[in-house]
């Protein structure tokens, strides 16, 4: 059970309640965001006792949390989320939406071709990595700010929406002003102050599976963005370690199918990563279309060989091109479009 | 590199022929099947040696062995693998074939009202077990014979071509009988004994990956019946160990996309074991033919509640008729029917 | 629960109980071993029931089968399984075994001078391959009938046991002439045919892990052999398949710890497949030992590079010795020797 | 190939370096720390070349880097890492050393009582969370910066250094006021602002194994600490996801072995989070200090039933007491103490 104030409380209140919950044998933990208060209640409390809660003055409103993630269950929402982009955008509806870009930013130029060859092609939105999580401190870590400013230059010059990846806490102010939606990569799904902070922000963001975790592990993930009161997240699975060797990761799908019987937020997949061979990810974007995606995560580059990163896995503009068209058929098999 | 006599050679001819490939220094490890016998080359040889070896009267040809597998590699034939059944029915074509049928044959009357009920829904071939692998020793082990008759008798009656299981070396004669198509489960995989024997078969073979393979082991696991000379194996795809607890198994469809690249032999995908879940089951199907796969093995059942094994899977008969109807949406949308 | 009955029993006998438990509104599964039926109560039964059952004149007893493995459990015997071999040689006391030799037996004389070798350092028991699962069919599959002459004539020279791998029931019985413990192989942890008929044998037989097994799994095969009445099970730990690719296999001595507390029956490592790194085998052995393993199951090769099969894992001789000596510190250290 | 600076440069040197190996056609991508810049070189670079970039004036030497991992590879220092604490405790030399205390901070006496017990039966440092990473938002986290005033003042109280896990680049600067050794968590090891971070202090990181991490990753990630110049790094196991369902999580005792093989750096284990059992948490320890661990992390709590966080995994005083004089048995069975 949780107990959700109406404001934030001031010291005061914050004693006044802990007192009246004491009083009544109600232990509890304390969380705060910076809309109110929340009480987790660890032990038992009857009804009676709810009941007053309930009425307390300062109280706005008590919830039962049946599953140990509650705001991301279908059951506490009357509806499917659906996440607004502009006037003419919106994630979670019938359309598919395609975002796609090269894994790294890597010049003006290049991301500025990019932007309008996949914007011909008929992709939704631009993506693109400013600050990149790195295996080796030796690898190029992405060209930064200066990376965030050409990756939306280039965008609003085709009116595409601009995803990216943000690896810091630090980052988020710099990071908001630039881009759409907020991309965080699998090795943060459980960086807690990053997805703290992100619960604060009002911007979508799209929070990718981490490559060990369970379906409840990344629901939960979920919870700490929207109990802070950023109720715009989309999921992405993106491909988990298994013991197979002839793929980069194993594409899970059945977390598509189980998603979307258990949350009301939008499903992307990112068959990119999850398969790590560009000659796999358009029949594997199919699968997950089919499967009940709302959207796909890809990477494309206008000459995939020469990529600076993960090269292996991007796919070219006329693959893309392709992608899409057959996507859109599949689409239209499991009336969507 | 390998070298293929003509005939199996009799005593006289093969220690005339390891003589010849001594003199030469061609170590070799001779492995032998019902109709000839191979040397596989150890270390090296020459392109001279090469050249005579071929020119030897008891010789058929010699093959490279680039790949660890080579019978089931695209390069060893110069078109898809096609499986006939019958006169109407081909697996490995355009069209999508439809298993399904109970996890186990349980009665006369269970089976025979299965039959009708898949075949009216448009399902192809019947499946169904008698001779059951269980993981302890006190569940269920399956109808034995009398289940074999059963599920043949019903099919027979309806014109479906029957699939079964064999999990011992001594049934083969007797399942041969009744089956039209023998499935290899995933925990004979690597069963050696029994898969050389079904190579000596000439019926088709479904075998299904096993839940630790990869892809390379699934491929090595085929080329194991293929080498015997029973060309019409069919690969299934069936699920995977993993981390996830949510899901029975994980469904790697992955590894469609990659069979379709690599081999000529058709590829099917179980949805059934792959997800452990029976409201996943249409979902994953249309996933899997999305995917490419050329077929699904199904669980359906006519009460799949009361099912004595692997309830949970199992679907209804309405639920298997929708399930045909979404796969033929998706096989039309990859121009296939 | 299981009903056991006295004696094997006839058709009319079977007729004459299925019709009692039938009136009784029972439900029962038969299995039958060579030495009796059982009956698997699948419904429920109370109390008064129980006894009427108890007392019937063909029943031998009933089980309660709280856990899925009934037999393995350490709750049905009193004390520790111990198996003997000859007159000095006990499994399961606080001897730790050292079971060695090479991956394949590959002629008379290198399997004589290894024999000779491992039994100078201290070796107990002597292990070969005759029949090899290998993961190509065009690999070296073991030498046959005639390696287990070698094998079987090196040991006798020298006073060790012999324990060897057995893939086909077919070969049951000649492997049983020549071998002191049948070896089960991973991948055929499941293989149930090829358990049962192991069952019926009253020979010791190590059984390895499948590489994809829950602990639970485990167990369960090794009831597959115990219900049969072959009560000379020792399990064997060899790795499991994970993500890491560092090592061949990720040794899994967590199991060491849970079989211990769960089971009667001895539990041995084989730390060569369990890292696939020679240079690792030593240490793990200790690892193993610490963990409370009875024995240990090592690849050792006069010149491990030259080994025709598993070269990457074999250790030398003076490897094997210094392993030796580091082991029975370790032995002593948990009050063992 | 890493080009490493004397210092860190201002803008005209940067330029003037980058338009040096410019002329000389060496591509470069530049690394920052907070002590100087280093360049890795991604293309070619002749032997000529690179004897005049070692003699310009601001290089100070260029390092080969042949491994991924540079500075955590054995090769890169003459000897084992040893890291002082106080006057008295080392880690890395032949002692094994005990961290142990509770999962969570919960009171001032209980993490009082605990430092008195633990230094009673033998530990070396107290460990204890203030600052906790739950899966669930609702889930405790933590005392906060209480908790870690609770911490230093009871170690201090019995002389024992602190350790404690730091999750946030903001809590840095607080955390390193109060802990002697920062742990980084399982679901941190590829947070690279935090490692970047903590390599910028000149205090002792234990980083703990991600659950999906590969050798390399583990080593890489090392590195990045590392390569800030902080020397001071610890690895620390803490077991995999794997399928196995019966232990929370399967420690990888094979990564011990192979880091001693591979690294200068101490390796520890966590037999607590590997197994999620308190009954195998006494065994496993030693099998790590058998397999070369040089010491060990341990949650003990003076009541492990009402233990807030991680209850099953706890274990009591008394287990831990004989925990320690086993694990003194196994340490002097492998020569340390």
Redesign the interface.
């Known amino acids: 059970m ?1 107990i959700i104030t109406k404001n934030k409380l001031n010291l005061e209140e914050l004693k006044q309640i802990r007192k009246f919950l004491s009083d009544k044998n109600v232990d509890v ?1 304390p ?1 705060e965001n910076d809309m109110r208060h ?1 009480f ?1 209640v ?1 032990g038992r409390c009857g009804e009676l006792t709810r009941n007053e809660i309930r009425k307390h003055s300062l109280v706005s409103s008590i919830v039962e ?1 049946g599953k ?3 705001l991301s269950a279908k059951s506490s929402l009357s509806q499917k989320t659906k996440i607004k982009l502009g006037n003419s955008l919106t994630i979670g509806n019938k359309k598919i939406i395609i975002m796609a870009g090269p894994c790294s930013v890597e010049s003006k130029n290049q991301i500025l071709s990019t932007a309008q060859e996949i914007k011909k092609v008929g992709a939704n939105i631009l993506r693109g990595g400013a600050y990149k ?9 992405g060209l930064g700010k200066i990376g965030l400013h050409f990756l939306k230059s280039a965008a609003d010059e085709f009116g595409l929406p601009v995803i990216t990846e943000v ?4 980052d988020i102010e710099i990071v908001a002003k630039y881009a759409d939606i907020f991309q965080v990569g699998t ?2 799904m ?4 990053l997805l703290r902070e992100l619960g604060r922000q009002r911007k979508p963001v799209l929070l990718k599976r ?3 975790a ?4 990344f629901l ?1 993930a979920a ?2 963005i929207l ?1 802070g009161g950023n109720s715009q997240v989309i999921l992405c699975e993106r491909g ?8 980069r990761f ?9 998603l ?2 258990e949350t009301h937020l939008p499903v992307f997949v990112d068959p990119s990563h ?2 790590g061979r560009s ?2 990810v358009r ?2 974007s ?7 995606a709302d959207g796909l995560l890809i990477e494309a580059h206008l000459d995939p060989g020469r990529s600076i990163s993960d090269s292996d896995q991007a796919i070219s503009i006329p693959e893309l091109n392709k992608l899409i068209s ?1 996507v859109k ?2 689409a ?3 009336n969507r479009h």
Chains 1, 2, 3, 4 share one sequence.
Request: hydrophobic residues 40%; proline residues 6%.
């Open positions: 949780l933990i969380v929340l987790v660890t949390v140990p993630y509650k999580p790195r295996t080796a401190p030796y690898d190029f870590q690896l810091d806490v630090r090795r943060n459980q960086n807690y102050p981490g490559m060990w369970t379906y409840k592990e939960l919870e700490y109990v988990i370690r298994t013991h197979v060797p002839e793929t194993t594409l899970d799908l059945n977390i598509v199918a189980y979307k019987h999850g398969t000659s796999m029949v594997m199919r699968a997950a279309v089919a499967a009940g057959e058929l599949i239209q098999a499991v």
